[in-house]
């Protein structure tokens, strides 16, 4: 399997290592991701992530988001189109909620 391929499964599984419960800002989560500020706004403007907001309206990335934006980053890199990462990111948000469906209900 490519490695890029092998990155991205692991990331969609849940199994990466997170940075804490630290709030970052657009600067510092493109800082962190090496990704372009302009690639964050690209991203959420075409519906990948939903980015909360401080009370002055500035945008704070949360470990969640820093684990999704590691998926789309490797998924971008592998060629993956913004519309088929949209449906892998849905169809894994789908799978996990079953899943705790599941689990609460003793399945």
């Known amino acids: 399997m490519p490695k890029k391929l092998a990155i991205t499964e692991k990331l969609l599984s849940g199994d990466s290592q997170e ?21 964050l706004r690209n991203w959420e403007m075409n519906g990948l992530l939903t980015v ?3 009370q002055n309206g500035y945008r704070v990335y949360t470990d969640e988001d820093v684990r999704r934006l590691k998926i789309i980053r490797s998924l971008r ?4 189109s913004l519309s088929a990462i ?6 894994q948000s789908r799978s ?3 899943g705790r469906a599941n689990h609460r209900l003793g399945r």
């Open 19 to 39: 940075i804490g419960t630290t709030l970052l800002t657009r600067k510092e989560a493109s800082d962190y991701l090496q990704i372009s500020i302009d690639a």
């Open 52 to 54: 909360k907001r401080k």
């Open 77 to 80: 890199c592998a060629n993956y």
């Open 96 to 98: 996990r909620i079953l």
């Open 86 to 91: 949209l449906r892998m990111l849905n169809t």
